[in-house]
């Protein structure tokens, strides 16, 4: 059925264009005769179809313009969330190479500034992930195949340096503070975790932003 | 014997009973319609909506600014053509009446299975509170009491009844929709955040009682799934 209106669209705006390219390109003799004799140009012979045609492609216009704005409404959302797993995950890391007593004071410390705990929020944003991605499916709404390449399961645990350098990949400053956080430099623990906590917020405020469009209640 | 004790367990797994309770009891809720509903908001998309309302006038303008003749002399000049044409279009909008009509019943429903959804996910969010309370209190006094009220269990009772039936009219109207699941043991406070988007006096008493842990009066929620329960009943009297 989408290919059809496909069809139909991309046909109805070829007619249409080329209606307009006749009216412009009409030879000089032609539009002389036609204008002296009937004062009719060639989209006033074929004015059905012609109306026809601009209805659909306003239809097709509005109606796509529509559907883009969804699609980028939630893949906005997802892509905040993504970075902000990233950032939990990286957080398991430093955790799991610190190998600290206290994971509580730890993990609150990440999140104390969104008002949730470590534990709630983890839960929360997969969770959220986890609708938005019902809702593109709901909608009908064709996903990025590469949007989903970096997604992989691993346990908490098992989160070293090597997997916090690929989350970080993307980021040079914090790719290059992570492998000064593996050399034990004492300073870079402070603002790894800073940092995180700082990133984590930004991404959660706009997510708090954004949802209030698509009716999320964070 | 092994064979009925197979098709009974396999039966009780396909309709998704729970068989050790003793009432009927639902484990997981599957729904046609996702928890976050994701329509954008009105003001976005304002302007695209005032375009749609003006397509049709607009392209009508335009056909007669461009129309030389009358429709009328049209019509007289190409008879078979003509008559083709306007039998195709009687046809088609006939077809495009009844598909219209679908889609309005479709809708809904849609609305009916949604507010239904939203109601039961509120109600299993409000029991799991509970259970999660009296749990807490058991393992301080080590006194098991049934905390439950009954008018919370009532209803619990009647919308998983009522939800059954809507659900399977649904799937028998429109079999090709997919399911999404939502298991009843993990609703918490975000669902019921979702879920609360008809009152925000219920959201307010309902995270209350989340984050400070304690009961609080269920009656508002209550009534209100009674008066909705009533209309939804009528309109699936109407529809069946």
Known sequence: ?218 | MKFIFLFLLLSANLYNFDLTAHTLKLSTIYSPIPLIDGNLDAKNVQFYNYINTLSIPLTACIYSILNPYHAIDTIQKNQLISSFMIYYMIHSANHCYILHKKKMIKNEIRVYVKKLFHLLIVMHGINNQINALEYALYKNTTMHSNHTPQNVMTMLEKLDSQWIILLAHYRKQYPLDSLYAYPIDQISIFEIAQATTFSVNILNTLTESYKNKHDVDYNLIINYAKTELEKIDIIMHNIT
């Open chain 1, 1 to 218: 059925m989408k290919n059809i209106t496909k069809v139909f669209i991309l046909f109805s705006s070829f007619i249409f264009s080329y209606q307009i390219m006749c009216n412009i390109n009409f030879s000089a003799q032609q539009n002389k005769k036609l204008i002296s004799n009937n004062n009719y140009l060639p989209i006033h012979y074929q004015s059905s179809i012609t109306a026809l045609c601009f209805y659909g492609l306003l239809i097709y216009c509005s109606d796509s313009s529509i559907h883009y704005k969804h699609q980028i409404c939630i893949m906005k959302n997802m892509t905040h969330l993504k970075k902000i797993i990233e950032y939990l995950a990286i957080s398991h890391g430093i955790y799991n190479f610190l190998r600290l007593d206290n994971s509580f004071l730890f993990f609150n410390q990440i999140t104390n500034n969104t008002g949730y705990t470590f534990h709630d929020f983890t839960l929360y944003i997969l969770k959220i992930y986890q609708e938005l991605k019902n809702t593109l499916h709901f909608f009908k709404i064709s996903k990025d195949s590469q949007s989903e390449a970096s997604i992989f399961l691993c346990h908490a645990s098992l989160i070293t340096i090597p997997k916090m350098l690929y989350l970080a990949s993307d980021n040079p400053i914090l790719y290059k503070k992570i492998t000064l956080f593996e050399k034990n430099e004492i300073d870079q623990r402070a603002w790894l975790i800073n940092y995180i906590k700082e990133q984590i917020f930004e991404h959660f405020l706009d997510i708090q932003k954004n949802s209030k469009d698509i009716g999320i209640i964070i």
